[in-house]
């Protein structure tokens, strides 16, 4: 029989639990901090990845990206990472 990898982390899929934070705002503030991240700028967490989403991700779930509501839509959000 083969033997079976070991299992993987999938840390970087999961959503944050906080009730605080909705999915959707955590989805819309990600895909901006990665939009940055693609334009750029520095990604404020040590990482291996070379992926922007994954880095965004992550930086958004620990907390290192503030962001304000300023209007309804989803481009209204103004995100701006910690240093």
């Known amino acids: 029989m083969a033997d ?3 299992p ?3 840390a970087h899929c999961t959503l944050p ?5 909705s999915t959707y705002r955590f989805i819309i503030v990600s895909a901006k901090r990665a939009r940055q991240l ?4 520095r990604p404020v967490l040590p990482t291996s990845s070379k992926k922007p989403t994954v880095i965004a991700t992550e930086e958004v779930r620990r ?3 503030k962001y304000s509501l300023t209007g309804q839509a989803p481009d209204m959000v103004k995100i701006e990472p910690e240093v």
């Open 63 to 65: 907390g290192l990206v």
């Open 4 to 6: 079976k990898a070991p």
């Open 8 to 10: 993987r982390n999938n």
């Open 17 to 21: 639990d906080d009730p605080e934070q």
């Open 38 to 41: 693609q334009g750029g700028a």
